[in-house]
């Protein structure tokens, strides 16, 4: 290892984008690669961020060693096969969610690094948000006693990249594409040994007929162990901009967090705006900014754990393993939008 943790980017797009504004306040680490199937968006990504070496492809990107980590920043649809190379390759590499399409992607992903023995960091920005890292140790600190209920929303207008409407690539609609935050966000509340047993869940193309056909507005009711509930409701449709909020209740108290709607800053603009917020649909009028927007969703604390986790050889929280569990939950859903009955979960 050298003295800071080599990292390869593998994607330039959004997310690629959103990791960096979160590594640049990280210490102990250099991206030195990144890749894109277009050349020439890779050497803007590049130029962006001061990468030395962009390039346009994924192979030659793993044959490289001087790489210490790779951040796999790509489409749903290539999740498998990248992290199956790597793993051929004994690679260290940390995954954006979900983890697969469907839970058979993602258990034969948990098998390849298990059996190579690499390290790897499942990238679930939600439960490192520090709202929702605050709410957790008011959890752990007694101060909402036994929790019963979990209510989780995420929503907006719709997805940033065409292949989220085709649901062979996507592998789902808003539920595959939303709901890992909130699935994930009910197991770091409740706690993990807390397991969801059983799953009820309604989905439909509300809105966005003439796009896909898959839901693009959903709801999913988990039940777990202890006997608590999880609530989530995600939508394509949602106007406003990004909707980001927990609710959490026990037997003690509740908390609520909301970094999207509850913003420090408010404005009023009769002309266009700098920057305002992820999938903002406008820019003027009342506007409601978001200050260091990927420190808030947890972009930064998500990087500098991974970053910390390689340099000093330890586990990291979120790994393949709560990955393919989030697939499982979700498959589980998605046999319930289909039969609409209850489905058991096994994990």
């Known amino acids: 290892m050298s003295e800071k943790v080599r990292i390869g980017m593998l ?3 959004f997310v690629a984008n959103f990791y960096m504004e979160g590594l640049k306040d990280v210490p102990n680490h250099e991206v030195i690669i990144n890749t ?7 050497s803007d990504f590049a130029e962006k961020w001061d990468i030395p070496d962009p390039m346009n492809s994924i192979d030659r990107a793993i044959e490289r060693d001087d790489i210490d980590l790779y951040l796999i920043a790509l489409p749903n649809f290539l999740h498998e096969e990248v992290v199956l190379k790597l793993s051929e390759a004994e690679k260290n590499m940390v995954c954006t969610k979900p983890l697969g399409r469907n839970a058979e992607e993602a258990k034969n992903m948990l098998s390849a690094v298990r059996d190579a023995g690499v390290f790897n960091g499942y990238a679930e920005t939600e439960v490192f948000a520090p709202a929702v890292v605050k709410a957790r140790r008011m959890i752990e600190g007694g ?19 065409d292949w989220f409407w085709d649901g062979d690539l996507a592998g789902g609609g808003a539920l595959l594409d939303m709901g890992p935050h909130c699935v994930e966000a009910a197991r770091y509340f409740y706690g993990k040994d807390d397991k969801i047993t059983d799953v009820f869940a309604w989905g439909e193309n509300l809105v966005h007929t003439d796009k896909t056909d898959q839901e693009d507005n959903a709801l999913l009711i988990m039940r777990l162990e202890s006997g608590g509930i999880a609530h989530v409701e995600v939508s394509w449709s949602s106007r406003g901009g990004l909707d980001l909020r927990n609710e959490i ?11 999207t709607r509850s913003t420090p800053i408010s404005a009023f603009t009769r002309s266009e705006a700098d920057y305002i917020v992820e999938k903002a649909e406008l820019d003027q009028g009342w506007v409601f900014p978001l200050p260091e927007e990927a420190f808030a969703y947890g972009y930064q604390a998500e990087m500098k754990h991974f970053v910390d986790c390689v340099k000093e050889d330890r586990e990291p929280r979120e790994d393949f393993e709560d990955g393919y569990v989030v697939n499982k939950v979700l498959d589980a859903a998605y046999r319930s939008m289909k039969e609409k009955t209850w489905q058991k979960v096994k994990y």
């Open 36 to 42: 894109d199937k277009d050349k020439g968006a890779a």
């Open 11 to 13: 994607g330039s797009g």
């Open 249 to 259: 209740y026990g037997t003690e108290g509740s908390t609520f967090t909301d970094v």
């Open 143 to 161: 101060g909402l006693g036994k929790l019963n209920w979990v209510r989780s929303r995420e929503a907006h207008p719709g997805p940033h990249a």
